[in-house]
């Protein structure tokens, strides 16, 4: 069952923090999940919730970390000694370890490796500080199963008895070579039904692996994974040797941060922020697009004064200038969506980008034409003026079409600079459309009434 919070849950919480009332707060959290009790942390003060950090045992602890959202966790640690934050982190896997402490300063980083109790455990961290944070080097974890290809099936029991102790969850079997090279997987099931006397080397799959190297991007190993469904994937060096896994939990959350960063991208946030991120993180990730909204109508207003003598003559015109530009950045944002979610999903990599583009041409001509005759005779029936009835039909026509053929062919270039083609989903493209669709409908208005 889901943990409910609730307002008076927390004010309960808040009023045991401070009567130190052990026995309520240890009942109440006890045997709530890290997750519910980082929910709770996020309603209460920092020294609130570092008050409640003090009645969690060390794993608790260590999970509830993690489960934090990045910019409290990172206002949170300011408030824990070196000794305090390594003893959290001594009690993490390896990948979640190096996760907190990259968000350290360098010095801070330092300090909390010195004061690790688990020298082991501690070098494993430092490795995988190395990797970018991106790779699969910077997302595994270093805690896994492997036995040699010459074990007995007994032998092998034994060895995953031994080095499951330091892992969580074992959902497979590595199987290596004398050198670590990844030979193949083997599955729990199989080891179980197996002979105790039986190799390895007879049992292991060894045909069409699926692993990827440190140096993989992150974006594509949730690809592979999500491809083939698999809830764990092996990380091999440049020498094929086995260093690492990445499981199905990392991998979701890769998932979760690509798309807010995708949703923010197509909203104008250069920057990935929460919610509870500061006033002038906010400023900085949303300025730089609302900065280029406002060029694009001050383009849009040069545009209207160089027709200014047409307005006043023909008042009418302006009333559907906003009709032009609402329809133009709709079309192209839907156009450039439909492609960026292609390229997402890597469908354009088989298909012919100019058969994409012919068919967003199709569709803007489609589109176009049904919308260019509604508002035709929508004019016409309100409207006795018959030009402007044709003027803005004439002009929806053109600007849908080019909104659709712009909002294919900006996320494919963006593309092909390796520049996330999620920016194309944004408001540069609904700007653009804006600034070429009041062209062409005062161009086409100053042909037909002249």
Same mark, same amino acid.
């Given at each position: 069952m889901k943990f409910e919070l609730t307002k008076s849950f927390i004010e309960d919480i808040q009023s045991a923090l401070e009567e130190n009332n052990i026995v309520f707060i240890k009942a109440q959290i006890f045997e709530l999940h890290p997750a519910d009790i980082a929910d709770i942390v996020k309603h209460l003060g920092l020294d609130e919730g570092k008050h409640l950090f003090d009645y969690l045992d060390e794993e608790q602890a260590a999970q509830t970390l993690v489960e934090l959202d990045e910019d409290i966790r990172e206002k949170l640690l300011e408030l824990f000694s070196p000794k305090e934050i390594a003893e959290q982190v001594d009690q993490l896997d390896?990948?979640? #370890?190096?996760d907190l402490l990259g *968000?350290?300063? *360098?010095?801070?980083?330092?300090?909390?490796?010195?004061?690790?109790?688990?020298?082991?455990? #501690?070098?494993?961290?430092?490795?995988?500080?190395?990797?970018? *944070?991106?790779?699969?080097?910077g997302l595994m974890q270093s805690e896994f199963v492997q036995v040699r290809s010459s074990f007995t099936v007994k032998?092998?029991?034994?060895?995953?008895?031994?080095? #499951?102790?330091? !892992?969580?969850k074992v959902y497979s079997i590595y199987v290596v070579d004398e050198s670590d090279v990844l030979l193949g997987v083997l599955s729990l099931k199989r080891l179980l039904f197996a002979k105790p006397t039986s190799l390895i080397s007879e049992l292991y799959q060894s045909n069409n692996i699926k692993y990827v190297k440190t140096n993989s991007h992150k974006e594509d190993v949730a690809d592979i994974m999500k491809?083939?469904?698999?809830?764990?994937?092996?990380?091999?060096?440049?020498? =094929?040797?086995?260093?690492?896994?990445?499981?199905?939990?990392?991998?979701?959350? !890769?998932?979760?941060e690509e798309a807010e960063k995708d949703y923010?991208?197509?909203?104008?946030?250069?920057?990935? !922020? *929460?919610?509870t991120a500061s006033v002038f993180k906010n400023t900085k990730?949303?300025?730089p697009w609302i900065l280029i909204g406002l060029l694009g109508g001050v383009l849009s207003s040069l545009i209207l004064q160089n027709y200014e003598a047409d307005i006043q003559i023909n008042p009418v015109l302006a009333f559907f200038i906003p009709l032009i530009t609402a329809t133009g950045g709709n079309v192209g944002v839907q156009s450039s969506a439909i492609v960026v979610q292609g390229l997402a999903s890597k469908e354009f990599m088989f298909k012919g980008i100019f058969k994409r583009i012919l068919k967003e041409l199709l569709v803007g001509v489609l589109i176009g034409l049904?919308?260019?005759?509604?508002?035709?005779?929508?004019?016409?029936?309100?409207?006795t003026d018959i030009i402007m009835g044709i003027t803005i039909g004439i002009s929806i026509f053109?600007?849908?079409?080019?909104? #659709?053929?712009?909002?294919?062919?900006?996320?494919?270039?963006? =593309?092909?600079?390796?520049i996330d083609p999620a920016l194309a989903t944004g408001p540069f493209v609904t700007t653009t459309n804006d600034i070429l669709g009041l062209s062409v409908y005062f161009m086409i208005a100053f042909m037909l009434y002249n």
């Open positions: 390896s990948d979640d #370890a190096a *968000e350290l300063s *360098e010095q801070r980083k330092d300090e909390v490796i010195s004061k690790m109790e688990d020298k082991e455990h #501690a070098s494993e961290v430092i490795d995988l500080l190395r990797y970018d *944070e991106d790779s699969a080097g032998r092998c029991i034994i060895e995953l008895r031994k080095q #499951a102790e330091e !892992v969580e491809r083939y469904d698999l809830i764990a994937i092996p990380v091999v060096d440049y020498q =094929n040797k086995l260093v690492g896994r990445i499981t199905i939990d990392d991998v979701v959350d !890769v998932m979760q923010q991208l197509a909203s104008g946030i250069t920057d990935n !922020v *929460e919610a990730s949303r300025l049904i919308c260019g005759i509604l508002i035709f005779l929508f004019n016409f029936f309100t409207n053109i600007v849908v079409i080019i909104a #659709a053929i712009f909002g294919t062919l900006f996320p494919l270039i963006l =593309n092909k600079l390796k």
